[in-house]
């Protein structure tokens, strides 16, 4: 490769890496986002295990990270995605040149021509919703796209060496590989099983015959079990007992346990509500939606040429798309389809349809210049033809872009961490508070240790309680609050028990009201979204408290005014069960006029919810004939 050739991919590489980075940068969330996000910043925090398969190369990698003077925990982790993405996006256009050797005797184009589309491609694919959302906020999925990219690069580079019959480095590039492969299944293994079928039929159509022995075997076994060897994090960090000790696997039992995930398989695939066919053309809809009708289809047009000229990479193409869906299908329990960790499951498949685009682009190029370009004429095809070609290209990729900015531009969402504030911040120092949403919990998390704010309470989360690992995890961390309860106590009566002594040593209680708690209505008073538990009955709320309330909504519940509300499904979800929360207790107690309130305003958002009307028009019934 020639200096000036070397000295000009060199250029994209920095333009696509700074570009994409500082892109991602200034639309990365500034504080904690939904879900695991939470849960991940304060694992890193304390280097304690996530949920599983626990993530440790991730968590490990991001804990490094986090030690550079960049501002706050949450911050650095969410730049850390952006980072990660923006690596991948580099190595994606390293792919793009490692794939054209595969077609140096047919694709007739030039240098610039060849990085020009395979530039657009690479942006094409980076600022798609389910890569975009992934690089700015808290997640594992860009480490996991990097280590896929890294893989298929080395894949393709055996391939180089099948060509030139001999390359020095191919058996270090197999054991490469395989360390890769092991070290990539100790972050968010998904991504990878779903693409090895795929590499693995790449490898075995490469120069991996000619150079495979039983010593090169054996070295790539070992390679590969020290990559998986991270996994060896979990039992020796575990058995320090951290702050957070997701499944406690400290030992065998418990290790496979969570790497496998065993208990969260059982509840995916055929045993979900949605077939899995239906989930699976959803899958493939979602990838149209976000690429544009035109972009599959010049993807495809790209698929068609590897086919005429390289079976070995149509068949590697096809069977990573398809099979990427199918098991994004597989592993979707619940199918949303604005769900962000869904999308990233769909990442290797959206990038080879981005490779897939490029090639088809580039194909169309050539033939556009076979068709028009006549030597003995004076006609100049590139200074025409090929400039209005190559705006439409950069048309057709931007407009993707501009479609997916307003939803994955988090810079100025901050629902979930207004939503934890707008709920925390008035409470007493020191104050117990037992909730049973997940994504509140993982939200408190990352506030707590991600911006150190609010320390000081005590966070259960009650759905959390009947598992044994989760009971011993908050016991070390609050013996004060446990003090005198049986160790064997778990579930309901643990909740109980701990909610009685706190009362009883005077601190501060208050719960999430759920369907459960109507037993204890009227120890309960409104205190915003929590109920504050007391000793005595509070059968009567009076008009001093319900004025409270309905200030605090006013001004912490008016998410519909703000137009990121409609881009932001998790924000819905939690807007809407937050209302019905309130809805329920207001019910339990009698008061059917605020409970109308309540779901009145759920109805009003989304109309369409059968149980919920049904619950109004028998409430509805009920104040008429109280009126009659």
Known sequence: MRKKQKDYIWGILAFIFIGSLVVYWMTSARSVFWWDSGELIASISTLGIAHRPGFPIYILLAKMFSFLPLGTLTFKVNLFSGLLASISLATLFLTFIQLRK??????????????????????????????????????????????????????????????????????????????????????????????????????????????????????????????????????????????????????????????????????????????????????????????????????????FYFYQRNKTLFWFSLWLILGNCLLTAFFSDEFISDNPDLHGYLIPSLIMLSIGFGFGVLLILQNLKSAFFKPKEKFDFQKLIYPLTLVLVTIICLLPVYRVYPKANLAKNNFPSQYAMSIISGIPQNSLVIIDNPNLDFILRGLQYGEGIRTDLIILNRSFLPALWYCQQERKKHPEIFQGLPETKTGEALYVNVAKKALRDKRPVYIEYTEKDTVIKDFLMPSGYLMQLSIKKQSYLSKQILSNQTLWEKENFNWQENPLFYRDGDAQRMWVLSWYRLGYFYESKGMKKQALEKYNKILAFSPQEPELLARVQKLSEGSLRAAK
């Open 102 to 303: 595969s077609f140096s005797d047919n694709l007739k184009v030039s240098d610039k021509l060849f990085y020009f589309v395979s530039l657009f491609s690479v942006i094409l694919a980076g600022f798609t919703y389910s890569f975009w959302i992934q690089a700015v906020r808290a997640e594992v999925y860009t480490l996991g796209s990097f280590i896929f990219l890294l893989l298929l690069f080395f894949a393709l580079k055996l391939q180089e060496a099948n060509r030139k019959q001999a390359l020095p480095k191919q058996t270090k590039i197999f054991v490469l590989f395989c360390f890769l492969l092991g070290l990539g299944l100790g972050n968010h293994y998904a991504i990878l099983i779903s693409a090895l079928p795929a590499l693995v039929y790449l490898l075995l159509n490469s120069s991996l015959r000619k150079f495979l022995n039983s010593k090169v075997l054996f070295t790539g076994i070992l390679s590969f079990i020290l990559g998986i060897s991270i996994y060896l994090y979990l039992p020796v960090r575990s058995s320090t007992g951290p702050a957070f000790n997701w499944g406690n696997p400290a030992d065998l039992n418990q290790l496979l346990k969570s790497v496998f995930a065993l208990e969260s398989l059982q509840k995916m695939g055929l045993e979900s509500g949605a077939p899995l066919s239906s989930k699976f053309f959803a899958t493939l809809n979602l990838m149209t939606d976000q690429l544009s009708f035109v972009v599959v289809i010049l993807a495809f047009i790209g698929l």
